[in-house]
């Protein structure tokens, strides 16, 4: 076996393993990877460790990790061994995407326009219209080209066989993109030589398919859209992320501060006085857009753009009330919202979901909280949820009288055993993590996805837990060509 | 350009130069009182007070400290975090200000602004103390690499020009209060040792004014060896090619504005424009006799308010943009002319922790 990997435990009878199969040999699409980190010595891998430590602090990559002291900026954890995906793996995962996000659009359009998947009872209308990210306000509001979902991040995984399945759409503000395109930048640094044995596809065209994307939805016909990027400002833990996208698009970064709405349209203000916006890549949540409509408190958000939006004068992206379509409770329905709609059977499966909400489901979950995985519908980055392996009996109490409290909320999974991938510990020796994949889709006039995403790993031992919040890293992703 | 992009541009650069200042008035007082050990000690509390009283922050001091002394005076104006126009805090507001357009400067300004302000927070007190001249050199230093790092990596056009405004007006300011320094310590000797104000003292005193602002060679090549009150006065107030003079910074930050909104000697388009170039009008036909008859502390007050003035007509034309046809929606009224930018941030913080997906 080769250097790293002679005492690298890949337990595959309990797990899938991503470079290791069954029988112990590499896969092939990670043969010449292995081969080259075992010409490595601990010393190569420290220095390539350098290298790239020493590019995510000179461009300032960190994250702010909240309710610790203000102000801790730390740099996001990276592993050095990227994931690889082999072309055709790729095809049925952007195909899947590709029909996933068409169908949840067209959902969406429908929620808010005639709404005939609840009278036809696919879904039952109380989840939706109960759901806190319906916005009713928008009921007949149409969006340019009739598109709610410009920038998604659906999070895959894949079970004990290896099958990728749908964890997670991510519909609202999905947030890591730049880490995806920094790793790359990073890996480029380190690891030239394997570069150029691989065929990898490019994903640096990224913020330009982005932009291209957003000058599509533009409300106006004029030949240069004015596109800002809107922030909650720099405490947000995506605050580098918000001026690394704005930069790498040419496009302002602004604050609900710098927004201002007259007759219904939005300007930005400038030394010169004011200038007309006519698309806002928001990554502010609705909840804080506009204080008139939705919190009144909200210091983030812009007073009128609510009516400015509803007028046509401006576009948002992602559009108000995706929520309503990611909300876990809706995610069990996606199978029969891809049949609906398109009439297809769905490409990319779902995890098996219970809903508190259904009475014989409810029952099922209490008695198995130990070995389920329970979510809070509408919470995200693996905030609310209990690991049933992982609890003790006080917090599954807890929980269960939560879930009683307010079954709507909650939804149960089986624990599923992600797949591993080998990552380094402390440079020197290499074990098994959970990883999931986040590819980032774009929905204009055409749906984009670049070849890659955010190989997101848990690199505490043992743990599930993916989120950057949660002590997770991540990984640079490789789509190659055989 | 966004007039938040502006803004804090603006308040980057005058929060580096006013820590810049502080460190020339500490600096200047160390050396002053070494020269002149022989009549008095490191201590007098009369030569520290001044150092507050030009900064105009008496109240805050003695609600924090019960002496005027080279420790407390020194904690106050280096570490102290309730005072904003600390060098500490002054740094970190610098820094808070190039954080928010960190994607609108070039990134060696921001590894400048970065490095320094990873520098102080690792400073000591003991470690001043040991080295004042060295840790004074430090943040000079620093500030000029900044500057010098803007001049060459960022492009000379709006945005540049607010900094050079920024750094003109802070920079007239702190001249104005230095020299006021002199003034309050003449002032409390008169009182107490008169024969000092007339004698060679006087003499150390006003080249230690000069060498804060790094003028005393510059001043040299002009006046020889003719130091007396009035050459210098003349020198660092009504100069034109100094750039630590009053009238040099007007000048700079009156080109800059009117690089920025194309008004020009005969014809303003807007306040900060018409009343920097009254100033400079005025600055450059007063002779110093002119001065004396108003008296150079009031003189110098008047100064100080009329740059202010400059200031808050930059705040309302460029950052406060309002137009006239345009109800108020706004929350929260743009923020007064109080200085603080920085701290503006935080009124939001708890909201911008919303969670990500």
Redo the contacts between chains.
Sequence with gaps: MIRFFERYEAETCQFFDEVISKEGTPRPHYDKMLHRFGQFSVDDIKARREIVNIFFR?Q?ITFTV?GEEEGVERLFPFDLIPGVVPAHEWQTIEKGLTQRITALNAFLHDIYHGQKILKDKIIPAELILGSQHFRREFIGVNPPLGIYIHVT?SDIIRDGQGNYMVLED?L????GVSYMLQNRQAMKRAFPVLFDKYKIRPIENYPQELLRTLQEISPVSRREPNVVLLT????????FEH??L??QMGI????G??L???NNKVY???????EQVDVIYRR??DA?LD?LVFRPD???GV??LVNAYRKGNVTLANAIGCGVADDKVIYSFVPQIIKYYLGEDPILENVPTWLASNPADLKYILANLGSLVVKAAN???G?GMLIGPESTIEQQENFAEMIVANPRNYIAQPTISLSRHPSFFNDTELFGCHIDLRPYVLYGKTVTIVPGGLTRVALKRGSLVVNS?QGGGSKDTWVVDE | MLSRVAESLFWMSRYFERAENTARFLDVNFNLLLDLNKITHVENPSYWIALILVTSDKDRFNSIYDEYSARTVTDYLVFNKSNPNSITSCIGLARENARSIIESISSEMWEQVNNLYHYLQNVTPQFVQNDPYGFYKEIKNASHLFQGITDNTFSHNEGWDFIQIAKYLERADNIARLIDVKYHMLLSEAKSQPELVAGSEDIIQWMAVLKSCSALEAFRKVYLSKIDPDNILRFLILDRTFPRSINFSVCAAEDALWRISGSSRHRYVNNADRLIGKLEAELSYTAIEDIFTTGLHNYLADLEQRLVKVGEQVHLTYFAYHSPEIESTDIEEALPFTGIAGGRANWSQAQQHQQQQ
Excluded: C, M, Q
């Excluded at chain 1, 609202?172 to 947030?175: D, E, G, I, K, L």
């Excluded at chain 1, 302002?252 to 604050?255: A, P």
């Excluded at chain 1, 930005?268 to 006085?273: H, P």
């Design positions: 000179n300032g909240y991040g991510n609202r503000t999905p947030s909650p400002g720099i405490y947000n833990s995506a605050y001026s690394f704005a930069r302002e970064l602004t604050e501060k710098d201002v709405v007259n930005t203000r400038t030394t010169r006085g004011l502010v949540d804080y204080p909200s210091k983030l007073a009128g919470e995200s980055g905030y919040s």
